[in-house]
């Protein structure tokens, strides 16, 4: 449309009747003279009005998805964090069944040697106290814990109380320089000395220095005066080299304990000594020796050949 005067006074014109409908519509409400107008509109409009819908509403649903893709985000990780947390849970549940475990054998240890035992854990390593090889435990002079009591665990002498507070106490373990306890052989009554080594074998000084050891026998504790510091009975080690006998008025062995000092969790401390020595009843039982197979061969003489035969006819 050009721009004449006209056409301006055809705007304005429309214009003014457009703004007379608005407030004739308003002002009607429900009653509206152009209600009519309106449905017949709606009526004419609403499939154009529902395509163009339909057009736009892929594009909608997409800004949705997006807006959902990201609360369903946050709902995995949200998932995520309950499965972490599970796992940790199960985890523990682990912990628990694998200290459960240990308990289990410690006590019926206890009940080989019928030694009277208070469980603790271990809380603490010596670093804190030093550069001695010592633990704290979960126990100490609330629970009846003494200075001079043996500690063991399931699979033998861990070592003796030497610091005693009300909630805790100190346990100085076998393989510390400054440790000692008396031995005894396996099936016999050689007796000796064992110092811990730190992290090498525990050495034992037999007081028979023409004893017959050999590389495999086992050492329990000797025991002490009044039980304390050691009771007698607890398994201590396996003997893995001997030292040549050289005429000397001792003998001297290297052991393998038979606890590992860097794995410790549960102990036992020993409360009320046995009332007689069991000996060697709370050592394990000795792996069976695996058989080995032999192997027989048989030698068939195999049939001269047809010439050689008539050869020697």
Request: no cysteine; net charge negative; hydrophobic share 35%.
């Amino acid at each position: 449309m050009r721009d004449t005067r006209e056409s301006r006074l055809l705007l304005v014109l429309l214009i003014t009747t457009a703004f007379a409908l608005i407030t004739v519509d308003i002002r009607g409400g429900e009653d509206s003279p152009v209600d009519g107008a309106r449905q017949a509109a709606a009526t004419v409009f609403g499939p154009i009005e529902n395509g163009v819908s339909g057009a736009v509403d892929p594009i909608g649903n997409a800004v949705a998805a997006v807006r959902d893709s990201g609360d369903r985000h946050d709902r995995l990780a949200a998932l995520e964090r309950e499965n972490t947390a599970l796992k940790a849970e199960l985890g523990s549940d682990d912990r628990n069944r694998s200290r459960t475990k240990q308990l289990d054998k410690m006590l019926k240890v206890a009940g080989q040697g019928q030694y009277g035992i208070k469980g603790a854990q271990v809380i603490a390593i010596g670093a804190a106290q030093g550069f001695s090889w010592t633990i704290t435990i979960d126990l100490g002079a609330n629970d009846g814990i003494e200075r001079d009591m043996t500690v063991l665990n399931s699979d033998g002498l861990v070592g003796r109380v030497t610091t005693v507070g009300p909630h805790t106490a100190t346990v100085l373990l076998a393989n510390d320089p400054d440790f000692t306890v008396g031995t005894r052989m396996e099936a016999g009554d050689e007796l000796g000395f064992a110092s811990g080594q730190g992290d090498r074998p525990l050495r034992v000084e037999l007081l028979n220095g023409k004893a017959e050891i050999k590389k495999g026998d086992r050492l329990v504790t000797f025991g002490s005066q009044a039980d304390k510091p050691f009771v007698p009975g607890v398994p201590v080690g396996t003997v893995s080299r001997v030292d040549p006998s050289g005429g000397d008025l001792t003998r001297t062995l290297y052991v393998t304990p038979f606890v590992s000092f860097t794995k410790l969790d549960i102990v036992g401390v020993v409360v009320q000594a046995p009332k007689k020595d069991p000996r060697d009843t709370v050592l394990p039982e000795k792996p069976k020796p695996t058989p080995t197979p032999t192997v027989t061969v048989t030698v068939t003489p195999s049939a001269p050949a047809d010439g050689q035969y008539q050869q020697e006819q």
